[in-house]
């Protein structure tokens, strides 16, 4: 608006702005209910569309129903590179999950996008410790799982949980500087066979047998690490099942 009359302009609302999706569910709530007066099943988060049919052919016509509405009476650009049909038998990507026909999985993007905040958040050569590191990683563990559970990830979490308690072997490591201190944490947990000389500064070494017994998984739970693995998970399978 400029002087108090309304221009057209081809720039929408800023992505990503807190308003965006506010302004997204009220212009398209008129998508919404167009869509449901004709028997079409819709599944919509924000401008991320679901549109449910039985075949192929039938997918085709309500898609070229969606474009009369959003393109013709919305006036509204479709993304027509991230639109396409597809089936729950190839899986379907939707909002860092894909949808399969009898199961929910979590998008590889979003598992990549995961370690590298965990990266982030665990670098080797920073003058935080273990339990510093603990404690600024806990909230990003409980906000992912929290968003992730509703899928079938025992095996992914397992991995993940892996993966995170390594990372924060080798800090561990690193916060030794030499074997002597690993030794003493074997005989604290009652080791009795013979030490090695273990480098405090390999990574391949954050997964040996000497330092897994040093540091047990069950010393992470006690400094308060959130355990992935302990979640339930699968939370939609039951509607998948019933």
Not at 6 to 22: A, R, Y
Not at 211 to 229: C, H, K, Q, R, Y
Request: charged share 30%; net charge positive.
């Amino acid at each position: 608006m400029r002087d108090g009359v309304f221009e057209g302009t081809e720039v929408g609302s800023p992505q990503g702005g807190v308003i965006s999706p506010l302004l997204t569910n009220i212009y398209l709530d008129y998508f919404d209910r167009a869509m449901k007066e004709r028997g079409i099943r819709i599944v919509r988060y924000a401008d991320d569309i679901l549109i449910f049919a039985r075949t192929p052919r039938q997918a085709e016509r309500y898609m070229k129903t969606a474009y009369e509405i959003l393109e013709g009476e919305l006036k509204l650009v479709v993304n027509k590179e991230k639109t396409r049909t597809t089936s729950v038998y190839e899986g379907v990507a939707y909002l860092g999950f894909i949808i399969y026909s009898k199961n929910v999985s979590i998008h590889p993007k979003k598992i990549k996008a995961f370690k590298e905040a965990i990266r982030q958040l665990t670098p080797r050569n920073h003058g935080m410790n273990v339990e510093e590191m603990i404690r600024r990683l806990n909230p990003i563990l409980r906000g992912w799982i929290n968003y992730s559970r509703i899928a079938n990830c025992k095996r992914v979490l397992r991995e993940l949980m892996g993966w995170v308690r390594r990372r924060l072997r080798m800090k561990k490591m690193l916060e030794w500087k030499t074997w002597k201190a690993l030794h003493k944490a074997l005989r604290r947990r009652g080791y009795k066979g013979e030490f090695e000389k273990v480098s405090m500064r390999r990574w391949r070494n954050s997964a040996s047998p000497l330092i897994s017994m040093a540091l047990p998984n069950t010393w992470f739970d006690e400094i308060g690490l959130v355990n992935l693995e302990r979640y339930e998970v699968g939370i939609l399978h039951r509607y998948y099942e019933s």
